[in-house]
């Protein structure tokens, strides 16, 4: 196990009810020991990148804690999906529940299986501008401040959901309209 890091998870959903597939993704995200949600961003509807033609994509960014090992994390993302009977036909296909690591702390990894940082995230207006919301200050390691990554990436084909929230878990309170930081 590695010491207590922030972790940044992207979770995007454009199939069936997009915002309880985010919501339950989160749910068992937090489920399970090791890794404590800190953080949510507002929901934004974001226009597909790449791929065959689909729907629009509901996308939010979660900021959690964990000591867990970056593989261990990447396990539990992918039992997310599995829960929300995610079906891997497509490449960047049509989805009830993608969940990608974007960064765990500094760490950094050319695995083929969990690149560190995520090595499209730079680019990604549908992972900046949510992480940007949950946390203001993030930077993503080797690249910089988020927020300039953010303003670079133009923010094009991501509209914020008015409305649209979600909570940190099972029983925490949703927060209107705003990012929700876990309570101390």
Known sequence: MTGPRR???ALGSNL?????N???GIDELARGPGLRPAAVSRVYETTPVGGPPQPDYLNAVLIAVSALPAADILLRCLAAER???RARTVRWGARTLDVDVIACGEETSDDPVLTLP???ARERAFVLVPWLDADP???LPGDGPVALLAAASGGEGVRLVPGATLRLG???PR???APQAARE
């Open 7 to 9: 972790v940044v998870l």
């Open 137 to 139: 200050g993030a930077r």
């Open 170 to 172: 099972p029983g925490a």
């Open 22 to 24: 985010l919501q339950a």
């Open 175 to 177: 927060a209107p309209g």
């Open 16 to 20: 069936g009810d997009r915002l309880a």
């Open 83 to 85: 829960a929300l009977h």
């Open 118 to 120: 995520h090595p499209r």
